[in-house]
């Protein structure tokens, strides 16, 4: 896997390719690994729609607004494309709800399936508008599969696994990308060690769950990703890892204790738990009780006192009454976790949960979103005035999308793209992104922190 440099925009070059990757990392990485499969053919990325000769939107559909959002995107492109240019359309989408794309097809060159991201070339050479949908559902790169990284060079996500073998009632992830397929270890490892040789300091490990990792390889519980997180332990190099989604029951006494052994695994678990509600959780078919989420909460917070716990929450879920809400509510209040995605429950109708009695309206769930979006936001603003004052390690990770009169930096707890940020209005000693600085806090500004970068530190310091 090789890094490419970002190649500058210019009018005069031909072949030009611009991507929209929308959804989640896993997504990034097979848009990623498109832009490789075309640099090699000659076709060059660009990041202004409007040069671009092909436009490719990676698009997700694991909710209604996720779907909706893809087919806005869509539209604005149809719009803003020079005359000529080709739309390729892929992602989970196209592969399992490609009836969306009816209206718009006349507009679309080709569709590619999320699990046929080899076939890049081929719908971008098409002479003829076509489709290409197998039954491949999901994809992992085997072998030497070129990838173009596109997030900054210092911080690059390496998926490990795709797919998933939970059964909550509320998702269709299984439906969309199909059952757990697992890279071998030895993939990852070449993989991770070329990402780090190519400058990346952060690595985000990636699945649709880390704690099924290897489970369709033979290992049980959450041996196999312990396996692997000692096996990239043995290299020397400097790095920090990031482990995202890790459901509760598979946060083992065995992973918090290589956590507490390395600080190159940053203390930080994206934890979904969606409620705290027995009946609720049952209804969900989550393998976790509140007893047990709460256990597993103070455990990490008894062993790994720094730790950063961010997770997602449905409100609304069918059936949820006034109490059982509030029951929620209360929990949020009392374990105060670090960072909360909170989202009204969105009725799939290929998901178990379409089927349960007592859906609400959707004016209900909305207030509910709100009102316990107002008690977590209280406890971010409380946690973050006490750090007013203090001095913290930042990562740089660039210039604020709006303007260069700030930078965008982040403390260990935060991960990129998801969590809030340092926002950086003083930022005279900084001489390079992807470096870490001290930095005082001077205030907060709703989710987000403000800074005064003070002087550079070592990389090492980042923990």
Request: glycine share 8%; net charge neutral; charged share 25%.
């Given at each position: ?5 970002r ?5 005069s070059?031909?072949?030009l ?6 959804g ?7 848009s ?18 409007k040069?671009a000769?092909?436009?490719v939107v990676n ?21 803003a ?10 992602g989970c ?15 679309i ?7 046929d991201v ?5 719908a971008v ?6 489709s ?8 992992l ?15 690059a ?5 795709e ?6 009632s ?26 780090v040789k190519?400058?990346a ?5 990636i ?11 033979g ?10 997180l ?11 890892l990031?482990l ?5 029951d598979?946060?083992t ?13 940053l203390?930080?678990l ?17 393998a976790?009780?509140?007893?047990q ?8 917070r ?22 059982q ?15 909360v995605?909170?989202f009204a ?9 379409a ?9 209900v ?8 979006s ?8 409380s ?18 999308p709006e303007?260069?009169l700030?930078?965008?930096g ?7 793209e ?11 000693p900084v ?33």
């Amino acid at each position: 896997m090789a890094r490419q440099k970002r190649i500058p925009s210019s009018k005069s070059r031909k072949n030009l390719v611009h991507f929209v990757s929308l959804g989640c990392p896993r997504n990034l990485v097979d848009s990623e690994v498109m832009i490789g499969l075309l640099s090699q053919k000659g076709y060059e990325p660009t990041p202004a729609l409007k040069e671009a000769d092909f436009i490719v939107v990676n698009t997700c559909g694991f909710l209604e607004a996720a779907r909706q959002e893809s087919i806005d995107t869509i539209r604005s492109v149809i719009k803003a494309k020079k005359k000529g240019a080709k739309i390729i359309v892929t992602g989970c989408l196209a592969q399992l709800q490609a009836q969306y794309l009816d209206s718009l097809r006349s507009e679309i060159h080709y569709i590619l399936g999320s699990g046929d991201v080899e076939g890049i070339v081929r719908a971008v050479t098409a002479e003829e508008s076509g489709s290409e949908i197998t039954s491949a559902k999901s994809y992992l790169e085997q072998g030497d599969v070129p990838r173009t990284i596109s997030t900054p060079q210092h911080y690059a996500y390496l998926k490990i696994a795709e797919g998933c073998r939970k059964g909550c009632s509320y998702c269709i992830i299984p439906e969309i990308k199909g059952p757990l397929k697992s890279k071998p270890v030895e993939q990852i490892i070449g993989e991770f060690s070329a990402l780090v040789k190519g400058g990346a300091f952060e690595i985000i490990l990636i699945a649709q769950d880390l704690g099924d990792y290897g489970k369709d390889l033979g290992y049980k519980g959450s041996s196999g990703l312990v396996h692997l997180l000692l096996q990239l332990l043995k290299l020397k190099d400097d790095f920090r890892l990031r482990l995202l989604y890790l459901y509760p029951d598979e946060i083992t006494n065995e992973l918090i204790d290589l956590m507490k052994s390395d600080p190159r695994i940053l203390p930080y678990l994206d934890m979904p738990i969606q409620h705290s509600n027995d009946d609720l959780l049952r209804a969900m078919r989550r393998a976790t009780s509140k007893e047990q989420i709460i256990r597993t909460i103070d455990t990490l917070r008894q062993e790994v006192p720094d730790v950063t716990i961010r997770t997602s929450l449905i409100v609304g879920f069918p059936g949820e009454t006034d109490q059982q809400f509030q029951e929620l509510c209360e929990f949020v209040e009392s374990y105060a976790l670090d960072n909360v995605g909170i989202f009204a429950y969105s009725k799939e109708e290929k998901s178990h949960s379409a089927s349960l009695p007592g859906h609400l309206p959707e004016d209900v769930k909305h207030k509910r979103c709100e009102q316990l979006s107002a008690i977590q936001r209280d406890i971010v603003t409380s946690r973050h005035r006490k750090l007013i004052g203090t001095r913290l390690p930042v990562i740089i990770d660039g210039f604020h999308p709006e303007t260069k009169l700030l930078m965008v930096g982040r403390l260990p707890g935060q991960c990129p793209e998801i969590d809030p940020v340092v926002l950086l209005n003083d930022c005279g000693p900084v001489r390079a992104f992807g470096e870490t600085y001290l930095v005082e806090i001077t205030d907060i500004s709703e989710y987000d922190l403000l800074g005064k970068v003070l002087k550079p530190i070592k990389r090492k310091e980042w923990t």
